[in-house]
């Protein structure tokens, strides 16, 4: 049956090959393909926090100023 979503072609060794199977097994998953999927989405998730998380911290090291203080200029 024909598709609409995009193909990505990959190569594993061995030993990944192994651990996918068995994640696959872990997680009942119907295939090799929506473990991989799932791990992507997974690590696009851990990828954004991180970015958020570094945001966050040069925003840590502005200048604030307190709660009163905001009060006060607004």
């Known amino acids: 049956m024909p598709t609409t ?5 990959l190569s594993v060794d061995d ?4 651990e996918l199977k068995l994640l696959k097994e872990l997680r ?3 295939s090799l393909s929506a ?3 799932e ?10 926090d991180l ?9 840590e ?3 604030t100023i307190s709660h009163d ?3 006060k200029k607004l």
């Open 5 to 9: 979503k995009k193909r990505i072609n």
């Open 15 to 18: 030993r990944l090959w192994k």
């Open 28 to 30: 009942g998953a119907p």
């Open 35 to 37: 473990v991989v999927i």
């Open 39 to 48: 791990l992507t989405k997974e690590a696009l998730e851990l990828q954004e």
């Open 51 to 59: 970015y958020f998380a570094k945001i966050a911290q040069e925003r």
């Open 61 to 63: 090291r502005e200048a």
């Open 69 to 71: 203080q905001l009060w």
